[in-house]
């Protein structure tokens, strides 16, 4: 390999690296790319960051965004449309460093018509505004990928304007509790420094007016959401933690009313906007999500959005995927996925099925042969009659069956649910004795205390236990590259006891393959044939093996031949090879052990095979050593049984199943769970996508968490595969820390308790109890998880 | 008395200000993105782009 850097994106240049005065690029894209920046003026692009520059694998074909140009799709896109200026937000998941920000939000330059650009880093995202009569949808998008920024866009995809909108109503909110809660302080403040005797009438009227007067916003805006939320389960008999919080918020308000009204006392104003306020803080610190991260996708998601099809008189026409139908013809160019299932009208054509079987090898197919939605095409385009719609399509019913039972199963209730069930049951309990009590010994502080303990018992500490500890969590995950979609993750993930991987992409490393050579010892001239003739092939097995070779020396042959899913044969002055599969080489089909083989027959009396197997990730038997003993672990592969002997120094052999269809694996997971076992299902592809949904917690591994995921609970990032006992120890230590700030709220609870069943409870007590509380719990959840993302995660 | 009064009303009004402040931040989207300008501030906006860049021998490198 050569030691030559790409000037626009920093990789290896390879053997052939393209040259333009006397800078190396790795490809002609590269080069295309460095030189618009250079015409543009934009050359500072490479003196922010060293070469920043993203590489495409496949070079772009023309016309891949021509279905931009309708004008229902422009309709649905465009944020905002008046005169001739358009403003359009779209997705780019290659947006990565300062850089790529300063050269996006200075597009401008490069194209007249682009009026402002802007880019939202975390969500991976530019804002455009454009002149459309000077430059169309379509021109921005082929502009953006002309510089190798490639727009992922889909128009179905509602882009969180309503998430978006929900977060900016609880910023608000929080916003008008801090306000009101700050202000109804201070006015409280004279009265708790007047000891043995009250604040003069005026002031009393007055502060009092003002603080009823400020919490209403609390009540009606702020805090709304909880009484409604917890009247409304209620209700549908289902107790959850907002009904304490409404109870509590009630008697707060309506104690606080009766004691203003009749002039004897200030009421717990104070405590009241407190309270709301820290629910709100818990709420927000709970909201975090990856913005750039899609946890739902859906089919559509992996088709392109438009397609272009082949009109029964050799006209080209771009058509939407689902104005595709029966009979239609259609096109797909390289690295395209196959909307819906047809045949080959083309010769032949290269398709990797990986994503959706997770089988590994790609299927050469030839003319008239099935091919499914789903398979990327390797290679040049290719035509292909489809002989069902997209929605009849063997992948896309596959995925509405798993739609079915995506509806998660009640089963594993969430803990917080549980606890407040108890938590309101023996409150209510504690304030119809003391009530009771009263009744018969003292009638005159019956009510005080009935109420004084619905006050006092607050929910606050262990409303915000799980907000911060699982927030914090999802944070600390977040860094070491494992993204949960919520919070609420981390508790699926602590109470899992079975864990079931998937093989192909998720234990090996996709594209990555090992070697092994069977067979006498080649000699440095026979390797040198071998070489010669494995670099003329194609086939991604001549790769791996010609890989395998090395480089050396090599010679021309004087034949060569290459026979479709069969093998090669070249002929080199008086020797020849044959390679490729079994049959074709020996004549003869084993059964033995199938599996990625080359066999090699040659004249010079080699007789014998390389297999090739995909290589395992880096640490796994690590990993292993450490989730063996606490979890149930299984392994189910779309693949062959070729791998089970290296698979068995892992996995049980009961519980290692190959060969297993998409549908089959959501089978075995739904089983598990009817076991009653709590699964954690780590997978990658489209075929994981039903067992990843029928799982407790479905984790999926990318390479690049941007890009294509199917639907799950968290992503990961494939590198850090290693972390995953850290995680899920992480993830089990954090319920310590939850039962540890139950203990914390109970003995503030028992607390604030002993003086409201003596009816002792007055809104200084109320005032310093409530805040201290919540306060304790923010601090120690904060510092314990950070800790234990230190010793689980390395986080520093 | 009055000037406490006045006072509270005053500073009210002054605290209802940035209330007002706080929430048109939030509708003008400038919570929507928190990381992003940031970045932004330290890029400089010279005009001037000379195609000599001194730095772009480290780029080659």
Known sequence: MSDLKCVHCGLDCGNKPVWQNENPFCCEGCKTVYNILQHGKLKKYYSLMETPGIRLEAPEEGGKYAWLDREEIIQKLLEYRQGNVSRVRLFIPSIHCSSCIWLLENLSRLRAGIIHSEVNFPAREITVTFKHDMISLRQLAELLASIHYLPEINPDIDKSEAKQKEGNRLLRQLGVAGFCFANIMLLSLPDYFTVGYRLDYEYRLVFGIINFLLIIPVILFSGVDYLLSGFRNLRKGIINIDLPISIGISALLFQSIFVLASDTGPGYFDSLAGFVFFLLIGKWFQQHTYDALSFERDYKSFFPVGVLRIEPDGKESNVLLDELKMGDRVRIRSQEIIPADGHLVSDKAHIDYSFVSGESEIVECVRGEEVFAGGRQKGSSIDIELSAAVEQSRLTRLWNHDLQSKKKDKSLKMLIDQVSKYFTLVVILIALVSLGYWWIFNSSLALLSFVSVLIVACPCALALTLPFTYGNAMRQMGIVGFFLKHSGVVEVLSSADTIVFDKTGTLTEQGNFQVIYFGKTLSEDEKMLLRSSFRHSTHPLSRAVSDFLGEGKSVEPEFFQELPSLGIFMKYKDTWIKAGSESFVRNEKSDIEPGSKVYISTSFGTNSYFQVISQLRNGLDEVFQNIKEKYDIHLLSGDGPADASRMGNFFRKENMHFGMLPADKHTYIQKLKQQGKKVIMIGDGLNDAGALAASNAGISVAGSVYHFSPACDAIMKASQFEKIPGILGFARQSKIIIHLSFLFSVLYNIAGLWFAVQGLLTPVIAAILMPLSSLTIVVFTTFTTRWLGIRWLNVN | ?61
């Open chain 2, 1 to 61: 008395m009055t000037t406490i009064f006045f006072l509270i009303g005053a500073s009210l009004l002054v605290a209802l200000g940035f209330l007002f402040a706080f929430l048109w931040a939030v509708k003008s989207g400038q919570y929507k993105d928190l990381y992003t300008p940031s970045i932004r501030i330290l890029l400089d906006d010279d005009g001037d782009m000379q195609e000599d860049d001194p730095k772009d021998e480290s780029v080659k490198n």
